[in-house]
């Protein structure tokens, strides 16, 4: 383009500006057309243009950085842009490499083992990247693979002893292991030099290995395989990836058992270990493993167990044994010539049982299908025995309370009995141990139910980690309270001390102190404790959250809001508590201890009214006093507060009547004990209610006739009314005979006007007391600093053995959420 064509253009500019010229820019200027000769014109002429604020020429819409010239105005950027370094790509990729493994390097000293893995996958690709360009391998990946194993394996020995990371920590860095092994396989020539001389790979330029290692390397490499190891690693370098077909891999290793040579034991137990592990996976993505799928895991694993105790003294399978660098390599054999294969027998048992239980979580609990699904119980419960008597023969003593192998199974098995009756139970160990030659070390086969129970406990309670030990006192405190035993059960749960630090445990243990505690209250009522069981009951049964406290479902907030960890913490429906049965007996024990306390209360003095606050039976009857019409009692509910009325009259024989009428009782083993003690209770408490009500009418009673009213030995009534004597409550004495109590009432007969006149005296007084406690904080005249010191004392004191005395039957406030900061932390 003409620059006559340019607006603007001025010639004494230009001139001025080829004036300034070099004579190299001008050799530089002749080499060019006399268009690009213009166009610098034109340029230099633009740049004082845009100098003065206004656009023009063709350049007008770019930027000045992309313009010529628009450098020159400032020194410095031209000054740096001369001080630029070109790197090579090798020096690129070089320091990309640093880079990753600096930040591999800070991230396994914080123990963020997520960010390990990102990095080291990172490094891989430029380590390709390398390889692809002709670069070789550099050694200062060498170096990294040797520290971050060195690292790794520091690691996961400090975790046997202390439990650091939590579980997303914990499965990355058992990822970082596999992937590392992987790599240090493929540079295996390098990194055993680097083992044996790391000083040669100080420097920066990658080692020329000779050609022969390189050729026996890959000689080894390339080794040929078994067919049979040959499609278990084609199997086993599948796993973990999109697109394949598990159901495929499955049938090819079913039909490779049947075709594998049956005197090649360690053939076999790698077939089995591959195929349980594929069938796993297979079902992974599904709510529960399908029932034929179950049944084959549960076939291949009994198989496994067979071939594993009918070759125990030449391979063992256990989680101490050692990894090998190929699938067909065998382990070496130990001193006493037993070679052990690294696998579990424990994680098989506990996901086989997982997957039992999710199944039944997921089946209608009111259907045929669920009850036909319970009994293959029997049959994973003797897998467990199984499983727990094999570990015990492969875990040599010292270790046994160390490890984690043997615990996990022994509660496994603990967890299946401990809520079952001791009949049931005996059935389960004899249907367990038919057709197994060898015995436990713990626990004898032919023990009974509750020497099973306390021989289980009492291992778990030995080992290292305690949380092994609270869960099998809590499970041991359900067993006793379900089968009877509530007087071992509560001295188990009070001197444990366990309640004090419970809500700091994960929410599967305080569930399961929830549980124990709502067992243990029913099993006081059982006994006849009735008092004890109301303090039990109490606030488990009001709080809002009585499903999601007992793991039986969730009240705050809908099932489809729960997540899927949620839900499967949550109990098989053949486990839970009734809960009508709960609502039902902590409302019988109220019955049984306000009515009497209502009755007292009611021509008592201001003292005893304030002993005698209670609330929530009193609320019940005065909600029936308001109802126009009150039909037959139907509700459980309806029934209790019908004999609660009938209670208030002394009628017993009603009251009896009407919560015997009550069909849930009979969920409780030993109905009839049960009602007959249920009957003397409300003849006791209807003869102490009849006396509170009616003392203020008779003068004297017979205890004959009591006798007879209330269906009692003689002996009884009288030691009845020795024990309301000594309390405030009634005053008066028997006669000479012990067959007439005589009332004695220091209380005149007052009007109506004279009980109010009383009542507001009592407010006036109470009134007077608020007054005084507010002239003694400082608003009036103030007390001696050490009268009040002892006063506070004294209140801190009471508080505080009050609250103890609470705190001991409080329930464990279940939140799941917190679990993975507990396990974090």
């Known amino acids: 383009m003409s620059r006559f064509f340019v607006s603007g253009y001025n010639s004494e500019s230009s001139s001025e500006e080829e004036d300034l010229l070099s004579s190299s820019e001008e050799e530089l200027l002749s080499e060019e057309s006399t268009d690009s ?30 313009m010529k010239g628009s450098g020159g105005d400032s020194d410095s950027d031209s000054e740096d842009e001369g001080r630029k370094v070109v790197k090579s790509a090798k020096e690129k990729l070089m320091d990309d490499i640093r880079d990753s493994i600096e930040a591999i390097n800070v991230a396994k000293r914080t123990n963020s083992w997520s960010t390990v893995v990102t990095e080291f996958d990172k490094l891989n690709r430029f380590l390709l990247k390398s390889s692809q360009q002709g670069f070789g391998t550099p050694n200062v990946y060498i170096k990294c693979l040797g520290g971050l194993d060195d690292y790794i394996n520091a690691t996961l020995e400090n975790e046997k002893s202390e439990k650091t990371l939590n579980a997303i920590e914990a499965r990355a860095i058992n990822t970082a292991r596999q992937r590392l092994k992987k790599q240090i396989k493929e540079n295996q020539v390098f990194y055993d030099l680097f083992r044996e001389q790391p000083e ?37 370098e599948t796993r973990g990836k999109k697109n394949i077909d598990k159901y495929e891999q499955i049938q090819t290793l079913e039909e490779l058992l049947q075709s594998s040579n049956k005197n090649n034991t360690f053939e076999l137990i790698s077939i089995y270990q591959t195929l349980l592990s594929i069938r796993f996976d297979a079902s992974s993505n599904q709510a529960f493993m399908p029932l034929d799928l179950w049944k084959q895991q549960e076939s291949d694993l009994n198989a496994l167990l067979d071939l594993l105790e009918s070759k125990f ?3 063992q399978f256990s989680e101490y044994g050692k990894t090998t660098d190929e699938i067909d390599i065998e382990p070496e054999a130990n001193a006493d010539g037993v070679k052990v294969i690294f696998g579990s027998i424990t994680s098989l048992v506990d996901r086989l049982d997982d997957e039992f239980t999710r199944s039944l979580q997921n089946t209608d609990p009111h259907s045929i299908e669920y009850v036909e699904r319970l009994k293959d119980e029997g049959i994973i419960y003797k897998l467990i025995v199984r499983g727990q008597t094999y570990v015990e023969r492969v875990t040599s003593e010292d270790v046994r309370t160390k490890t984690e192998q043997l615990p996990r199974v022994v509660l496994r098995r603990l967890e299946h009995v401990y809520y079952k009756p001791d009949q049931l139970i005996k059935a389960n160990e004899a249907e367990a141990w038919k057709g197994v030659d060898t015995d436990s070390s713990l626990v004898s086969k032919t023990a009974t139910p509750a020497e099973l129970i306390e021989g289980l406990c009492q291992y778990l309670s030995s080992h290292t980690n305690k949380i092994y030990g609270k869960h099998a006192l809590l499970l041991s405190i359900y067993y006793y309270a379900v089968n009877g035993n509530y007087a071992r059960a509560r001295d188990l749960f009070l001197n444990s001390q366990i309640y004090n630090g419970i809500n700091h445990f994960d929410s599967t243990l305080q569930v399961q102190y929830n549980r124990a505690l709502v067992q243990l209250g029913l099993s006081a009522f059982r006994s006849g404790a009735i008092e004890e069981s109301n303090r039990v009951l109490n606030e488990i049964v009001n709080s809002q959250r009585s499903k999601e406290l007992l793991g039986q479902g969730f009240n705050s907030k809908y099932p489809n809001q729960a997540t899927v960890v949620e839900k499967q913490k949550l109990l098989p429906f053949h486990q839970h508590i009734n809960l009508e049965l709960l609502e039902c007996v902590h409302m019988t024990c109220s019955l049984l201890l306000e009515i009497p306390a209502l009755a007292a209360s009611s021509n008592s003095t201001k003292e005893n009214k304030r002993k005698a606050n209670i609330k929530s039976f009193k609320s019940k009857l005065e909600f029936h006093d308001r109802q126009f019409f009150t039909g037959p009692p139907e509700s459980i509910k309806d029934h209790i507060v019908h004999a609660s009325i009938a209670l208030q009259k002394g009628d017993w024989s009603k009251a009896y009547n009407l919560l015997s009428s009550i069909k849930i009782w009979k969920l409780f083993p030993g109905t009839e004990e049960l009602l007959t003690m249920m009957k003397n209770q409300l003849q006791v408490e209807g003869l ?76 006036v007084g109470l009134l007077t007391e608020k007054n005084e406690k507010t002239s003694s904080n400082g608003f009036g005249k103030k007390q001696p600093a050490q009268q009040q010191q002892q006063q506070q004392q004294q209140q801190r004191e009471q508080k505080d053995s009050l609250q103890e005395e609470n705190n001991k039957f409080r329930y464990a406030n279940v939140n799941s959420n917190n679990d993975e900061f507990q396990a974090a932390a």
């Open 37 to 66: 000769e213009f166009g610098n014109d034109s340029d230099s002429d633009d740049s004082d243009s845009d100098s003065d604020g206004a656009p023009s020429g063709p350049s007008y819409f770019l930027k000045k950085s992309f």
């Open 313 to 315: 003294k030449s391979y």
């Open 200 to 236: 040669l790979f100080d420097t920066e330029e990658p080692l020329n290995l000779p050609s022969s290692t390189k050729q026996q390397d890959d000689e080894a490499n390339n080794r040929l395989l078994n067919p049979v190891f040959a499609t278990l690693k084609q199997i086993a």
């Open 688 to 763: 102490r209610t009849y006396i509170f009500t009616y003392r203020s009418i008779f003068t004297k009673l017979s205890i004959a006739k009591l006798s007879k009213v209330f269906d009692l030995p003689t002996e009884k009534v009288v030691e009845i009314l020795d024990a309301m004597l000594e309390g405030p409550e009634v005053s008066g004495a028997f006669d000479d005979n012990k067959t007439f109590i005589n009332f004695t009432s220091s209380e005149p007969q007052r009007s109506r006007l004279q009980e109010l006149a009383i009542v507001m005296n009592e407010k």
